[in-house]
């Protein structure tokens, strides 16, 4: 093998085994931080996993947002209309957080059922659903009008 | 009337582009000097035309014409004037129009500023450009037209622009960002003229450098200017969320980042000459597919509009075709393009070349972890996302890889170089970069993690490499001091500039990222609360009324060390046209450390929910983002650019004559 050859080689090989160790890298870092979603009807019929990082979504109940009186942490339903899952959540409600309203919840589910967040998120577009709550909703054959429909063809 | 003269004129543009996607080209294949000249009045005429469109509906939104259903959809009368322009972007068709304006801007410039180039590549890059442009304008008129009337029964007040975008961050954001995504378009006509016209030479690259350094410099302020924006408007306190509509920013920077490296060994050395025009072809494609993942509502985003499908359609035509037929075109012409030299291991073509490898990988993952939960969906499998740990797992690694390669590259010499004297050269820095780094790092409070120190360290490597390149290139010559350092080109400072961004852009990242303090509180009036030095006490909240919104005013009485240092004012708005609720976050902004304050919700008696921050070094991040737009800037204005252009005119003239 000539020495010009030979330099190509190297490099090839080098970035060969670059891209490999990459792709390695990323299919597990994407293995390790996949978090599903879940409707509160999927979490009634159990088949939301315990313990493991997910996403929950659905309208929040109307009157079930309850308040701790000496901390941050607050209490609430989300629902598609056919079941409603608990969800426990300490720190501050996104602006859009409303009874009504689609959020979507990260978390893990505990043993009792309840979705213990870290997150939760609410759009910042009164008319904008997250289209996997949406899709919970349609599902569930419980999709609401839109109001104002007029300014959102 | 007026909004019917936008779309008229729409229409005209439309015409003239078709014209220029055609004649030009035409003429360039059979030689024909009288059609290409046809290029340059032709992109004015399209330029002038889709300005007269973009004006046309600025005048509707300043004059409330809220029977254009655009314009009642994304604006009120309780709006102040400067609120009602940028809200002519607010929105979906809005914010297609002053793309189209800036693919039109862009030929224009290309147009103007181009006399020294040969016709018929002028003429095809044109031709390339009228082509998107007729893509836009058809997608823009048939599927996304901002000028549909709501006749006759037309509302008395439009429905107000969503209060998030009623910001300075919106006027300046998506123009700065647009203008890099659409300026990558400059450079994909560039490479597809070349492969037209089979004259992939150093020539190209350089014809194509400057214009890609500008947009470059512009996506770049752009991202620097959303980032900076979310931080203070979304009331998080976060800088970069990994978010899906981010990451179609990143994905044409890094790449486009890549092709800025790539175009320089081109144009100096005249290889990775497919690679590059690879790279050209592949940033405005991640551009394409950045505007599709955000207006086809495809993704779960704080930038998703309710949004239709078949625009979304129209864009993924527009995205296949532009792929599609480039790709095809570069595959026949690809194999007759020659390396004019060669080079050994180490040397700066390798280094770069590392550098292009480490920007592609990254661009990858970001890709994968961006469309993967798409994919996903696509395949009926399950609704999933990607969390930050995936992103950050891969990026941050590589990053610094690719920082440290930058050190090394940044004085290697083209072509070839001793390696052991390299490395003799690089140990002293190297000493100098980790000693000053634990020590800056030991001497603060707090505790600091691995990559902590990985990303101090290497931002001292940089800033000590640079320090000794520029010193070393002074003291090649004996002449003083200034005079030499006068005499160093100025697309040599530009790239220090910009590499210096990244160093101060890492400072920020690792040190925002380990030092962050932050509290969720409830807090009642009169309670205090110690973040650091400072001790926060809260007041209790007014009542307050603005134009267009009605409000509460925390106040809170800061001290540092126990004296007296600031009054802090967060704010919840209530947007009354919407009903939208607001948080105004409450900033003490310094080089050193931000202090952050967001009111949460009200709760009983008086009490309120309050976050406080403490952010160390985050002004880094955009201070960094700014040096890199400042030193992209210097280095497309490099005079040589222009002489070089003018020299090579006048030796064709002489071998004509």
Same mark, same amino acid.
């Given at each position: 093998m000539n020495p010009k050859r030979k330099k190509r080689l190297l490099i090839v090989l080098f970035i060969l085994s670059g891209a490999g160790v990459a792709v390695g890298l990323t299919l597990y870092a994407l293995s390790q931080n996949i978090n599903l979603f879940f409707s509160p009807t999927q979490i009634a019929q159990g088949e939301a996993p315990v313990g493991t990082r997910i996403r929950a979504g659905g309208m929040v109940v109307e009157g079930s947002v309850n308040r701790d009186n000496k901390s941050l942490r607050v209490e609430f339903e989300v629902t598609d209309f056919q079941n409603s899952v608990p969800i426990v959540y300490s720190g501050i409600l996104p602006d859009l957080f409303r009874e009504g309203q689609g959020i979507v919840a990260q978390g893990e589910l505990d043993a009792s059922g309840k979705l213990q967040a870290v997150e939760v998120l609410a759009k910042h577009d009164e008319n904008y659903m997250p289209p996997e709550v949406a899709e919970a909703l349609e599902k569930a054959g419980k999709m609401p009008k839109p109001s104002g429909q007029e300014f959102n063809k | 009337m007026i909004p019917e003269l936008g779309t008229y004129a729409l229409v005209l543009a439309l015409c003239l582009s078709v014209l220029l996607s055609t004649i030009p080209m035409v003429g360039a294949q059979r030689g024909n000097l009288l059609w290409i000249s046809f290029a340059r009045p032709l992109s004015i005429g399209v330029f002038f035309f889709t300005a007269i469109s973009f004006v046309a509906l600025t005048y509707a939104f300043l004059a409330n014409d809220f029977s254009v259903s655009y314009v009642a959809n994304n604006s009120n009368t309780a709006l102040p004037w400067y609120y009602r322009m940028s809200a002519v972007w607010g929105g979906h068709e809005g914010s297609l129009l002053l793309w189209v304006l800036t693919l039109a801007g862009w030929t224009l410039a290309v147009a103007l500023k181009s006399r020294d180039l040969p016709a018929d590549i002028l003429g095809r890059v044109l031709g390339v450009m009228g082509i998107i442009t007729t893509g836009f304008l058809l997608f823009v008129l048939f599927t996304s037209s901002p000028f549909e009337r709501l006749l006759p029964r037309s509302p008395a007040e439009g429905a107000d622009l969503n209060p998030l975008l009623q910001d300075f961050g919106l006027i300046v954001h998506p123009p700065m960002l647009y203008m890099g995504y659409v300026g990558f378009s400059v450079a994909f006509a560039f490479a597809i003229a070349a492969l037209l016209s089979g004259r992939l030479d150093a020539a190209w690259a350089r014809w194509s450098r400057p214009w890609t350094n500008v947009a470059w410099a512009f996506l770049t302020l752009g991202i620097t200017l959303g980032s900076w924006w979310a931080y203070y408007?979304? %009331?998080? %306190?976060?800088?970069?969320?990994?978010d899906p509509v981010e990451n179609a920013s990143l994905m044409p920077w890094l790449i486009g980042t890549a092709l800025v490296h790539s175009l320089a060994v081109t144009e100096k050395r005249g290889v990775f000459k497919s690679w590059t025009v690879l790279l050209a072809i592949f940033a405005f494609s991640l551009s394409l597919l950045g505007t599709f993942l955000v207006r086809s509502g495809v993704l779960t985003s704080v930038h998703a509009f309710a949004a239709d499908p078949e625009r979304g359609f129209f864009i993924l035509m527009l995205l296949l075709i532009t792929i599609g037929g480039s790709l095809f075109l570069y595959a026949l012409r690809a194999s007759e393009v020659k390396s004019e030299s060669s080079f050994s291991l180490v040397s700066r073509e390798t280094m770069l070349l590392v550098n292009n490898v480490l920007l592609t990988v990254i661009c990858f993952t970001v890709l994968l972890g961006t469309l993967y939960p798409l994919l996903v969906d696509a395949l009926g499998m399950g609704k999933i996302s990607v969390g930050p740990p995936y992103f950050n797992a891969l990026s941050v690694p590589v990053g610094a890889l690719l920082m440290l390669f930058l050190g090394v590259g940044a004085v290697t010499r083209w072509r070839r170089q001793d390696g052991t004297a390299l490395l003799k050269q690089l140990v002293v820095p190297f000493v100098i970069a980790i000693v000053l780094g634990v020590l800056s790092l030991m001497l603060r409070e707090g505790e600091s993690t691995l990559w902590t120190y990985v990303g101090v360290i290497l931002a001292f490597w940089l800033l000590v490499m640079a320090i000794s390149d520029i010193s070393d290139r002074v003291r090649r010559?004996?002449?003083?001091v200034l005079a030499n350092l006068k005499r160093l080109p100025r697309s040599y400072y530009g790239m220090q500039m910009a590499h210096l961004g990244v160093a101060v852009l890492a400072v920020g990242i690792a040190m925002v990222s380990a030092f962050n303090e932050q509290r969720d509180l409830r807090m009642a009036p009169g309670d205090t609360q110690q973040v650091g030095d400072y001790t926060f006490v809260f007041e209790g909240a007014r009542h307050f009324d603005g134009p267009n919104y009605s409000s509460d005013i925390a106040t809170l009485r800061v001290f540092y060390k126990g004296e007296p240092y600031d009054v802090m004012q967060p704010e919840k708005r209530l947007y009354t046209a919407r009903g939208t609720v607001m948080t105004e976050v409450a900033l003490d902004p310094g080089l050193f450390r931000d202090l952050y304050v967001a009111l949460g919700e009200p709760l009983e008696n008086g009490a309120w929910a309050i976050r406080l921050q403490f952010k160390p070094y985050v002004r880094w991040l955009w201070l960094g983002g700014l040096l890199m737009t400042f030193g992209g800037i210097l280095a497309a204005t490099d005079p040589r650019y222009r002489k070089q252009s003018r020299r090579e005119q006048s030796k064709l003239e002489t071998a004509n004559a």
């Open positions: - | 408007e979304l %009331g998080w %306190g976060g800088w970069w969320f990994w010559r004996s002449t003083p």
